[in-house]
Nanobody, 118 residues
Framework: VQLQASGGGLVQPGGSLRLSCAVSGTIFSVNALDWDWYRQAPGKEREVVAF?????????NYADSVKGRFTISRDNAKNTIYLQMNSLKPEDTAVYYC?????????WGQGTQVTVSS
């Protein structure tokens, strides 16, 4: 199983980025699994920022710190998970990881760096 995260970069405060997590090497569609985006800032523990559930309901949940600014979604045809990040703040600076809950256990992508700075 491969989770290839991309889309990170340097952005000014107030800007936007869209992270992608392309899933391959598995028989499972992204629609069949629960997915999270986590982040880890320097010197801090990894924290979950967004969640999307499996199935047609696609219920979502967000950390209070990103609620109203971040949106998690998935494209079943592309087998890809997204994190749209708007109104970015310096405190959003971190390495962002996608993660899926597979029957054999949780799998992680390699992380993509997001830096919010003027």
């Amino acid at each position: 199983v491969q989770l290839q995260a991309s889309g990170g970069g340097l952005v000014q405060p107030g800007g936007s980025l869209r992270l992608s997590c392309a899933v391959s090497g598995t028989i499972f569609s992204v629609n069949a699994l629960d997915w999270d985006w986590y982040r880890q800032a320097p010197g801090k523990e990894r924290e979950v920022v967004a969640f999307i559930s499996s199935g047609s309901s696609s219920s979502t949940n967000y950390a209070d710190s990103v609620k109203g600014r971040f949106t998690i979604s998935r494209d079943n045809a592309k087998n890809t998970i997204y994190l749209q990040m708007n109104s970015l703040k310096p405190e959003d600076t971190a390495v962002y990881y996608c993660s899926g809950v597979f029957p054999a256990g949780r799998r992680w992508g390699q992380g993509t760096q997001v830096t919010v700075s003027s």
